[in-house]
């Protein structure tokens, strides 16, 4: 058996391929059949006079994704979806598919929710999925590259990792566990032993809001530098959005044609990419006609509105203090505000980066967390960090639905996971 795939390396060979038969047509003594392997899509054709009655037979008996066997001949045909067709000798059934619900013709978006289990089987529900498995590659391969160690952390936690509002609360025998909203405490802890640290796993966020842009289990990769500052951390970031897109460029043109992503201004994406203030943002905004005063945090609507003109991603950085996590460090020059930044990708998809340089004073860390109402003792540890040998450090999140969904230019993230979590969905 060969994989679609490799199909190239058999040209005048009679090989067998398995997979699930997406379509079929007859014209006369032709008939034609379209399998899916998993590794690519192939044609094949079977010629009457040419093949025993049974494999005749069995073609006519075949619907949408029942599992077959062909055995035949690799040609050349570059009309052929692939560029290769199989000259059929022999066609089995291996398993039978009725009334498969996914038809091709529009379904409606809660159907094929509720079908998710079938429906990443369809073309660019494929395409997405591979560009994000290839996004998830070169996360791994560009920290690599660059020295950093991966550190699992934690799902159950006790410590409250970002907003109180947004939890996921399980009982833990009897003590109150979290389910993560972010590693970062944890890769923040592990920057003493290792550097350059980096976190890579799913996070819960139990978000009452049904937009295009929020899941309640979403994936995220958090990479934390010691001795790095609020600036080195965009350079950071930069670099890294833009080997992301970079690779998917490279390695998934076929994905982003199905998808039919115009990757122009992908190609375009490269540092530095420009950044402006979050009091220069405001003013932007006001000037564009938005009420939003300086204080408050920038919704999602004021992204796109700053971004959607553009085609590089903009850094928004030193936002008000109220409007951020209790970690971020207070902003010498301006204590009203954080050295912290957000990245908003562009052509109108706004924030895929939270980012910031963390707060290392002892002192100034356990006010915000007194501040902020946070239980204290749960932070302990977390203040330890500050009394052992406290430095410098600066970290991000990349949310990988977010920009695997901006790569794809497609506009919803709950495509770009295979089973997405949302407020009113945990089936399938
Ligand atoms: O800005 P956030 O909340 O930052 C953090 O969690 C920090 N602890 C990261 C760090 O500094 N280590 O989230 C980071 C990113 C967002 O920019 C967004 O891409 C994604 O995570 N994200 C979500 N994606 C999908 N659904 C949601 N509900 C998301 N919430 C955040
Ligand atoms: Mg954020």
């Known amino acids: 058996m060969v994989d679609i795939k490799r199909l190239g390396e058999h040209v005048g060979e009679v090989v067998e391929i398995r997979g699930w038969v997406e379509t079929k047509r007859t014209h006369g003594k032709v008939a034609f059949l379209v399998v899916r392997d998993g590794t690519g899509i192939l044609q094949c054709v079977l010629v009457k006079s040419q093949v025993d009655e049974a494999s005749w037979e069995t ?19 570059a009309r052929a979806p692939g560029g290769y067709e199989l000259g059929v000798e022999k066609l089995v059934l291996l398993a039978p598919s009725e009334d498969y619900p996914i038809q091709p013709k529009e379904h409606g978006v809660d159907f094929l929710l ?9 073309a660019r529900q494929r395409a997405g999925l591979r560009v994000r498995a290839e996004v998830e ?11 950093f160690v991966r550190i699992d952390t934690p799902i159950l936690t006790g410590s409250i990792g970002e907003h109180a509002g947004t939890l996921f609360k399980t009982d833990y025998f009897g003590q109150d566990a979290y389910l993560a909203q972010t590693g970062q405490l944890y890769v923040e802890a592990a920057c003493p032993a290792f550097r350059r640290v980096y976190c890579f796993g799913p996070t819960f966020r139990a978000e009452k809001s049904k937009t295009r842009r929020h899941l309640t289990e979403f994936w995220m990769v958090e990479p934390e530098v010691a001795f790095a500052d609020s600036d080195d951390n965009m ?27 115009d990757t122009s201004a992908l190609e375009r994406v490269r540092p530095p990419f420009p950044r402006i203030s979050y ?10 006609g938005s009420d939003i005063q300086w204080g408050e945090d920038l919704g999602a609507p004021d992204e796109v509105a700053l971004v959607e003109d ?9 936002y008000p203090k109220e409007a951020k996590a209790f970690y971020m460090k ?7 505000t954080v050295l912290c930044d957000d990245l908003l990708a562009p052509e109108g998809y706004g924030e ?59 506009r919803h993230i709950r495509e770009l996971i295979p089973f997405p979590r949302l407020m009113n969905r945990l089936y399938p």
């Open 114 to 122: 509720d079908h998710r289990h079938l429906w990443i089987r369809s």
């Open 235 to 261: 350079r950071l970031q930069e670099e890294f959005v833009s080997y992301l897109v970079e690779r998917a460029l490279e390695r998934c043109s076929e994905e982003l044609k199905i998808l039919e992503r």
């Open 137 to 147: 590659q070169a996360v791994h391969d560009f920290f690599y590259a660059r020295d």
């Open 279 to 288: 009091s220069e943002a405001v003013d932007e905004l006001q000037a564009k």
């Open 330 to 336: 207070e902003n010498p020059e301006d204590p009203r």
């Open 310 to 318: 553009r085609d590089l991603p903009l850094f928004v950085y030193n």
């Open 352 to 410: 895929i980066i939270g980012g910031s340089q963390r707060e290392d004073d002892l002192d100034r860390l356990r006010e915000r967390i007194r501040e902020e109402g946070l239980p204290e003792e749960a932070y302990a540890w977390y203040l330890d960090l500050r009394r052992y040998g406290t430095f410098p450090h600066s970290g991000f999140g990349l949310g990988i639905e977010r920009t695997v969904a901006w790569i794809t230019g497609r």
């Open 59 to 77: 073609h006519d008996t075949l619907t949408q994704e029942c599992v077959v066997s062909v055995t035949g001949e690799v040609r050349e045909d």
